[in-house]
């Protein structure tokens, strides 16, 4: 079983920081891409940033410049340095992974619980 535990979320004023980390435990043969999404209240999931395991990096439109993906393989860990935060960014951040259970297994989507982020004008 796999399990991703997101960290960092929290309260900060329009035009802060804060940087949120993921965490991937468990059994595993090998994680692919991980990504980070979010969801407002009333709005549909979206994906704000993904990073390929060759370190390719994809970005919404409306953070690109402002956030930054990256990824450490040998500790499974996801992060996600936002900056210049606006109130629109205010969200449920959503750490996901592409995990392959083992060598000749398919991949499957694996989801953290989620952690907070509110930006405040």
């Known amino acids: 079983q796999v399990q991703l535990v997101e960290s960092g979320g929290g309260l900060v004023q329009a035009g802060g920081s804060l940087r949120l980390s993921c965490a991937a435990s468990?059994?595993?043969?090998?994680?692919?891409?991980m990504a980070w999404y979010r969801q407002a209240p009333g709005k549909q999931r979206e994906m704000v940033a993904l990073?390929?395991?060759?370190?390719?990096?994809t970005y919404a439109d409306s953070v690109k410049g402002r956030f930054t993906i990256s990824r450490d393989n040998a500790k499974n860990t996801v992060s996600l340095q936002m900056n210049n935060l606006k109130p629109e960014d205010t969200a449920l951040y959503y750490c996901?992974?592409?995990?392959?259970?083992?060598?000749?297994?398919?991949?499957?989507?694996?989801w953290g619980q989620g952690t907070q982020v509110t930006v405040s004008s």
């Open positions: 996901n992974a592409d995990i392959r259970p083992t060598a000749w297994a398919s991949h499957f989507a694996s």
């Open positions: 468990g059994r595993f043969f090998s994680i692919n891409t």
């Open positions: 990073i390929s395991s060759g370190d390719i990096t």
